[in-house]
Every structure is written in C-alpha cells, then in structure tokens.
C-alpha cells in the first residue's frame, strides 16, 4: 500500500459524458502527478500539481482538466469522453515539487471504460 | 518521438540473472529512475541514478553511463514474482518544468 489512494476504481459511460477522478496524496506529499496508461502507449504523463499549483503539463488533451485544492487532493476532470479514453488512469504523489524527488508513489489507478 | 528505448519483452528461469537495457534521448537529464509493475497493479519504484555506476539494492542493481545515455536493470536469483513489466523512466526539463517521461515498459516472464 503506497499510501496514495484513488476512487473511483472502476468507472464505465459512455461516449459524450463528463467524469471525475480523485486522490489523495500520500501524507506530507505536496505534488501529484496524473498518467494515462492504455495497452498501446504505456505510462503517459498528464500533468502535476505541486502545493494547489500547476507545475507542469504534458500530453493532456484539452478536453481533460485537473486541480489540487487546498487539503491537496487532485481531480482529474474527463469531458466529453471517447473511445480512445478507456485506460488506467494513475495518480501519483511525492514530497517534493521541483524535480529535486526521484520517487514517486502510485495509487492503485482508475480502470475506465467508455463505451 | 519515443524519448527511452527499451526491450519489449525479456525471458529468463527461475535462479537466473536478467539484464533489462535502457537508452534514452532527452534534454537536460536529471537521472534514470525504474519502476516495476504486476499485472493490474501500481508502479512502485525500484531505484534511481543521478550519477555514473551501478546502485544496488538487494536483488536489484541499476547502472547509468551518462556519456552513452544508458542504464540497466539487473535482477539477480530471479524469482516468479518477478515477473512484471519493468519501466525505466526520466525526468527532462523542458519549458522550465520538469516532465517525467516512461519508456514503454518491459515485460519480464520467468519460467520455472
């Protein structure tokens, strides 16, 4: 148990809808992380928020958002959802924000399927 | 493109030891990370490179040569829960973030 936890486990809707994915970080860690993984593309990064700021972006698509409110849990926001968005979707924490961290803790991830 | 290359599948026996290779192309190299993971489980983390050389713990080694942008993963006395899919992993500083970056994972199966 990473101490990171991830709710929902498993989501299942349809195309066109709107979820919402949530964490909550390992305590004392400030950052989280959020990653894609589909069986075709592995483990991609989405973006990461350090102390309720965004600290850096990777390869999310506009239709995705995120936040991390002040008790630094994250929410991962997927809107109008397709099929090519059925994946893993992990969080991860770790303490620091500035890259100086090279452990990160995952959670144990949210299967969705978008039907 | 694909900024770490590495195998796609590796098979060893029981007792044995594998090596899993990792090359990498980024900008601004801040050390090679790995991480397993079981089928349908979390990554967890396995070691971290900042510097040239092997770290080891445990079973578990990890080499870097910065100057052939290169590291490894070795595993020694393999065991069945070894088998998993392992992922080298960096962070590359781009647009004044740092941004982590997985290879695609390698798929270790150990027989008996």
């Known amino acids: 148990d990473s101490g990171v936890t991830q709710t929902p486990k498993h989501l299942i809707t349809a195309t066109g809808q709107r979820v919402t994915l949530r964490c909550s970080p390992r305590?004392?860690?400030?950052?989280v992380y959020w990653y894609q993984q589909s069986l075709d593309q592995g483990l991609q990064f989405l973006i990461q928020?350090?102390?309720?700021?965004?600290?850096a972006k990777g390869n999310i698509l506009e239709r995705f958002s995120a936040q991390q409110f002040p008790d630094l849990h994250s929410e991962l926001n997927l809107s109008s959802l397709e099929l090519g968005d059925s994946a893993l979707y992990f969080c991860?924490?770790?303490?620091?924000?500035?890259?100086?961290?090279?452990?990160?803790?995952f959670g144990p991830g949210t299967r969705l399927t978008v039907l | 493109g694909q900024s770490l290359e590495q195998p796609s599948e590796v098979t060893a026996v029981e007792g044995a030891i594998v090596q899993i290779n990792c090359t990498y192309q980024?900008?601004?190299?801040?050390?090679l990370s790995w991480y397993q993971q079981h089928d349908g489980g979390a990554p967890t983390f396995l070691s971290y490179n900042g510097l040239d050389g092997l770290e080891e713990t445990g079973r578990f080694s990890s080499f870097l040569s910065r100057s052939d942008s290169y590291g490894y993963l070795l595993l020694q006395e393999l065991q069945m829960k070894d088998s998993a899919s392992y992922f080298c992993a960096v962070r590359e500083h781009r647009g004044g973030s740092y941004i982590p970056t997985f290879g695609r994972g390698t798929s270790l199966i150990v027989h008996p």
């Open positions: 305590s004392g860690d400030l950052s």
């Open positions: 991860a924490s770790s303490v620091g924000g500035s890259g100086g961290e090279n452990e990160q803790f």
């Open positions: 980024t900008s601004g190299f801040y050390g």
């Open positions: 928020y350090y102390n309720g700021e965004e600290r």
